[in-house]
T-cell receptor
Framework: DTAVSQTPKYLVTQMGNDKSIKCEQN?????MYWYKQDSKKFLKIMFS???????INETVPNRFSPKSPDKAHLNLHINSLELGDSAVYFC??????????????FGPGTRLLVL | EDQVTQSPEALRLQEGESSSLNCSYT??????LFWYRQDPGKGPEFLFT???AGEEKEKERLKATLTKKESFLHITAPKPEDSATYLC???????????FGTGTRLKVLA
């Protein structure tokens, strides 16, 4: 069973379009994250949710809007896609935010290419 | 400002040639330092967590150590399957933010 899954795995789209990426974890974790990994492989946190509540919101354009319908799901919606949004987006989860066990478990990534 | 710097950026080793990767960090307070391995086209995979200076963790050919300013990932007698990008991350005890370094790309040649 996949612990953290993301769909789609690949996403190719035109500039200006709106797209969504979905993430699900079956680990029973309380906290979920979205990261962006650029072409230089730098992994930067974008958002974090704990029990469906937003707790970390980095300096990310407001075209990016996360939504957590329940503890096991964290989706990322991107409006008006730009060329610079091309990257790999990783979802991750951890047992609890600020707790003793903070290991993060990552999904396989969604490769977004904006043309 | 919190910062994590990894060196070298890339490393090529012959099979069996031991070496160390460095992760230097600057945080207001360290809640934990994490090492991950990332294979091409995959998400990072957890290796170790270190919480306090002097702590060491081992797993197969890997050993992670921690001081107040840096961590080392020692690779003993590496094999080609150890080839990957190794990422270091720190958690700031004040902000709880998770900050990743840019990674070390390791290639082990047979």
């Amino acid at each position: 069973d996949t612990a953290v899954s993301q769909t789609p795995k690949y996403l190719v789209t035109q500039m200006g379009n709106d797209k969504s990426i979905k993430c699900e974890q079956n680990l029973g974790h309380d906290t979920m994250y979205w990261y962006k990994q650029d072409s230089k492989k730098f992994l930067k946190i974008m958002f974090s949710y704990n029990n469906k509540e937003l707790i970390i919101n980095e300096t990310v354009p407001n075209r990016f809007s996360p939504k957590s319908p329940d503890k096991a799901h964290l989706n990322l919606h991107i409006n008006s896609l730009e060329l610079g949004d091309s990257a790999v987006y990783f979802c991750a989860s951890s047992q609890q935010f600020g707790g003793a066990e903070e290991t993060q478990y990552f999904g396989p990534g969604t490769r977004l290419l904006v043309l | 400002e919190d910062q994590v710097t990894q060196s070298p950026e890339a490393l090529r080793l012959q099979e069996g040639e031991s070496s160390s990767l460095n992760c230097s960090y600057t945080v207001s307070g360290l809640r934990g330092l994490f090492w991950y391995r990332q294979d091409p086209g995959k998400g990072p995979e957890f290796l170790f967590t270190l919480y306090s200076a002097g702590e060491e963790k081992e797993k197969e050919r890997l050993k992670a150590t921690l001081t107040k300013k840096e961590s080392f990932l020692h690779i003993t007698a590496p094999k080609p399957e150890d080839s990957a990008t190794y990422l270091c991350a720190v958690r700031d005890s004040g902000t709880y933010k998770y900050i990743f370094g840019t990674g070390t790309r390791l290639k082990v040649l047979a």
